[in-house]
């Protein structure tokens, strides 16, 4: 079965440009989630979505972050404008529920801001 | 909210000895705690889950223990091997009212041949 896929799977953009990340969840999977991993903060939470709608946003940094999920297989996380305090790995990751389930993370987008 | 305490500093141990790597954290008692492992340019692997009324889990050579007094989480790898190196971290729900998790920084183990 595949695994949650992100895409792409680098990035690397000049300060001020619209970033698109892109995440296909498990099949099935009703809970997505974005998180964010630097390392000096580790891996933080953005947003979360339940059966396609945002739950909990309020790990999302600030007004130029934004995410939506049309339907159950698809989901994106838009940056704009971008700024070099974004660079970071972007994680998305899906599970069957919003209880204790694990959650199944995609391989990441390395975001590079210049 | 919840902070959560991982060592920093990598774990290095010998093959063949045990690892035990140590989540501690603050504040009220989670529901559950997960395990999760990751690897260099990959996304967490979920290991194990613990729930607040098991006091010990295993599962192969993975054994976590969990003592809601100590508010403390202890994971175990028995006879490690150089391919359990990796970042370990811990997740649990990040306020009394919810179950979705944060997770800790993380704790690098090395596992040496």
């Known amino acids: 079965d595949a695994g949650v896929i992100q895409s792409p799977r680098h990035e690397v953009t000049e300060m001020g440009q619209e970033v698109t990340l892109r995440c296909k969840p498990i099949s099935g999977h009703n809970s997505l989630f974005w998180y964010r991993q630097t390392m000096m903060r580790g891996l933080e939470l953005l947003i979360y979505f339940n059966n396609n709608v945002p739950i909990d946003d309020s790990g999302m940094p600030e007004d130029r972050f934004s995410a939506k999920m049309p339907n159950a297989s698809f989901s994106t996380l838009k940056i704009q404008p971008s700024e070099p305090r974004d660079s970071a790995v972007y994680f998305c990751a899906s599970s069957a529920g919003d209880r204790d389930q694990p959650q199944h993370f995609g391989d990441g987008t390395r975001l590079s801001i210049l | 909210s919840q902070k959560i305490e991982q060592n920093s500093e990598a774990l290095n141990i010998q093959e063949g000895k045990t690892a035990t790597l140590t989540c501690n954290y603050t504040n009220y008692s989670p529901a559950y705690l997960q395990w999760y492992r990751q690897d260099p340019g990959r996304g967490p692997v979920f290991l194990l889950l613990?729930?607040?009324?098991?006091k010990e889990k295993r599962k192969e050579r993975l054994k976590v223990t969990f003592d809601t007094t100590l508010k403390q989480s202890l994971f175990h790898i028995t006879a490690s091997q150089p391919a359990d190196s990796a970042t370990y971290l811990c997740a649990l729900p990040a306020s009394g009212g919810s179950y979705i998790p944060t997770f800790g920084r993380g704790t690098s183990l090395i596992v040496h041949p």
């Open positions: 613990i729930r607040e009324n098991e």
